[in-house]
């Protein structure tokens, strides 16, 4: 039983960052997942943490390929998965208070990753107070909008998606 419960664990994981990488790439594809303006489907996903401790590693995974594999630099590359990581975390520790879940990767992404774009990526205009609203804007919209439609969307059937008994 516990070798199926670790099993289950990896394979939640997998298939978050899995899916992370892919709603990532949808965003590229509209020009929304990097940059000033950025409004990443994938960060949606920072919801899951509220139903299973496995996003959290499956969302900073995600978040570390699909950085890697869109080319970003390696400032983007680390900060941004750690940004995704600790929303990941705080959303897990907010578990208990639905509405709130979606707070901490709204905060993380909108304090870490204006520091990135002004200092990684130094072509693109702007300050930082002005990437973090920009950030925090988009954030609100995927994880605090997305997120908690995913969420409720979720909640009939989380003893069978999430459950490891």
């Known amino acids: 039983m516990k070798s199926m419960k670790k099993t289950l664990y990896l394979v939640h994981g997998a298939v978050i960052a899995a899916l992370y990488v892919v709603l990532t790439y949808l965003a ?3 020009d929304l997942a990097s940059g000033a303006i950025q409004v990443r489907f994938s960060e949606a996903l920072t919801i899951l943490p509220f139903f299973t ?13 699909a950085n890697t594999l869109l080319g970003s630099p390696l400032p983007d590359i680390i900060f ?3 940004a995704t990581v600790i929303g990941a975390f705080g959303t ?27 200092f990684a990526y130094t072509d693109i205009p702007g300050s930082i107070p002005y990437f973090m609203l920009t950030v925090g804007a988009g954030e609100l919209i995927a994880a605090g909008i997305f997120g908690l ?11 069978r998606l999430f459950s490891v008994n």
């Open 28 to 30: 590229a594809g509209f």
């Open 53 to 65: 401790p496995a996003a959290i590693p499956g969302l900073g995974i995600g978040c570390l390929l």
């Open 80 to 82: 941004g998965t750690l």
């Open 92 to 118: 897990y520790a907010l578990r208990k208070y639905k509405f709130l879940a979606p707070l901490p990767p709204i905060l993380s992404n909108a304090i870490i990753i204006p520091f990135v774009l002004k």
């Open 149 to 159: 439609i995913l969420l409720h969307a979720l909640l009939p059937f989380r003893t």
